[in-house]
Every structure is written in C-alpha cells, then in structure tokens.
C-alpha cells in the first residue's frame, strides 16, 4: 500500500465521486489527446492506476474499443463498486474495476499500456510504484501519466487566492507530490523507462457560466475536514457555497478567463 493511502486528502465519499465525474469532464480533452499520442489504439490491453470514479478508464474503453480491455485499479472499494455500476449502465463491455493497490497487482497476461491520471502525486515513491509496475508491460508497450503543477497564485488576497493556497497547503500536508508534473520525466528514468515526451497543459473558460468556478469550490469541499484536522490557515474561515460567485467577480473584475489544473502530460513507448 502506498505510504500516503492514510493520508488522501480528498476522502471517500459520493459527493467527492461526484466531484471527480465533473473533473473528468473538464480534463477530458487534453486527457484524451495525451493517449492519442501516446499511442493507446484498438484492441490494446491497458491498465489505469487509481481509476477513482472510472472516468478515464471509460474513455479508454472507448479508446481501445470491443476488441480491447481495460483493467482500473483503486485502493478505494466503494469507488471500484461506484465505477463499475457507471461502466454497466453505460454498457462498456470491456471493462473491468478491481480493488487492490497497485502496488500489489499482478496482472493475468501481459499489457500494452499503462496509464493513469492525478495518482503518481499521492505515493511515497512514485518511481519505485512504476518501476514494479514496469515488468508487466510488453515491450513497444505504452506508457502515459498526467499529474499536475500545484501554485499558490501570486499577486493580491483574492478569494481565488485564499481557496487555493488552503487547497494546496491541505494537500502538501498530506504528502502529496504537489509539483511531480515537470518532474515525471525524472520519475520515469527512474524506473527504467526511455525519457518521455511532455506537454504542458491547463484548462482556460472565459465563459460567465464556467464549470470551473463551481469546481475549485467543490475540490475545497472535498478537502476542508483534512484542512481543518491539519489546522491549514484559513481553512476555518472559508465559506464554500460563496466561493464561485466571490471567484467570478474576482476574474470579471480583472479582465481574466478562468483558469485551473496546470497539468503536464507525460508519455513514451518501452523498447520493442
Ligand atoms: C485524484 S483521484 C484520480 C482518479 C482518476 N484517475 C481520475 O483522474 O478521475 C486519485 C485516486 O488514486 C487512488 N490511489 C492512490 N494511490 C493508489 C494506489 N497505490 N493504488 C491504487 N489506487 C490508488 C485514490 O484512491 C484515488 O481514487
């Protein structure tokens, strides 16, 4: 078991599932084009680590299509029971959520990819994690990780300020990697794989009516009882159901679009 399982900030719960369902849907797009240049195609056997609520275990559902299979691995039961009834009503047939960190999986037969999205940031030694995992893969197989650069923003106190800096104090207080995106390419040589491309990404919506308002409030939501348990400053004072209008008026105020989720993506292919 990862080091940190104890310590995941963001908790357990149907509303923090929900909340990854929404994020999903915001982080789809570059999601998506990560895998399409890494390479995952038709018919490829493919392993998610940290699947959460499925999200991006479905999407490579639909990648690798009827013809492929799709193995999403979490430490969290509920989320495994969670993501599987969403896979059956959305009738994907080809994949599959097991319980078990990943850590500790054997897979039955020998993958063609592995991927994962937001989870080499929550273990103790995300090089060491992947290493073990490294001997799974065949070789030409594919590999590809997004994981974020965490900031406080710069410049005045904002309420986009005050939100994000509890955020990322909550999460660097529970161990988590908070910068491991410009880092994935050390992570990767360290457990024996070629050197990846990267691309660096974020998600911008000047839209009035923009999800990502809503969205930094609700990962707030999600992490408030450990900010409190650590005594994060602030944390106490934060009014979560405000948050959006106060961060809208904010960015309106400034002339700015909304932006989250500096994310960089990471992806090579192992020696054929
Ligand atoms: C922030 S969520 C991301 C979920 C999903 N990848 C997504 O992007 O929607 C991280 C997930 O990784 C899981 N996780 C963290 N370490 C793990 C490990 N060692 N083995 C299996 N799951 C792990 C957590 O339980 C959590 O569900």
Redesign the pocket.
Known sequence: ??A??DQ?A?GRSPQEYAR?AR??EI?KPMTERLFADAGIRAGMTVL??????G??AMLLAEMVGPGGSVFG????HG?MQHAQERAIAARFHNVKFVH????HYHPDAPLDAIV????LM??ADPAA?LAKLRKHLRPGAVVAFLEPWFQPPPGPDSTLKTTVTCLVETLRRSGAHLDLGPRLHRVFEAAGLPLPKMRFEAIVDGRDDSPLYQYVADTMASLLPKALEYGVPGADKLDIPSIPDLIRAEMNAVGYAMFVAPMVCAWCRTPS
């Open positions: 078991m990862s940190s399982h995941y963001l990854l994020q999903a982080m998610d680590l940290g699947s959460g609520a999200d991006v691995l979490d430490l969290d989320a078990s960190d990943f850590a994962g999205r937001l989870v929550y273990q994690a």
